[in-house]
């Protein structure tokens, strides 16, 4: 695999000197996470190189509201779970806010930068998102703020790699 710049565009070349890939939208999904921050630094340099946007990308997780609704509780139940459905929401919501702060803090002006919060299955919701663009690239972090299980090579970035039809890049 070899990587040059050809008309102000990083192309990936492949073995196949026929088949390149020219990335134009660089999605990183962010978490907080180191991983995701060193992501986020090689992500802006290949920006830079190729020309591309950052579409910076948190997922969080479903609605809670969404979860009382198909689950049945006694109305006394019901109005405490809702009441700390709502607070969780608001907690959500602000953390993604702080995440996607940080990381933009991170990037140069220089840098096109598009920026989503998305509730769902990690994995799933980035290899979706990423199905929409035009020449994308995946560069996110080797690990993320994930359970113990998955600290070798995280669960998410490992199930990425193998949904994803766009090209990946893992930082470490």
Known sequence: MHRLAH???LI???????????IANIVVPVDGSEHALRALD????????????????HITPPDPQQLLETTGYSNTARREAEASAASLKQ???????????TARDKLPTDV???????PGEPAD???????????PLIVMG?????????????????????????PVTLVH
């Open 91 to 101: 907690a959500q919501e602000e953390d993604a806010r702080d995440i996607i702060a």
């Open 42 to 57: 090689h992500a802006s340099y290949l920006a830079k190189l190729a020309d591309a946007k950052i579409h910076l990308l």
């Open 12 to 22: 990936r070349l492949s073995r196949n000197p026929l088949e390149a890939t020219v």
């Open 125 to 135: 919701t980035i290899v979706d998102y990423v199905s929409d663009l035009k020449d």
């Open 142 to 166: 080797s690990r993320g703020l994930s359970a113990p299980r998955d600290w070798l090579l995280g669960g998410v970035s490992r199930t990425v790699l193998d949904l994803a039809e766009c």
């Open 112 to 118: 096109a930068i598009k920026e989503r919060v998305i």
């Open 7 to 9: 008309n102000n565009r």
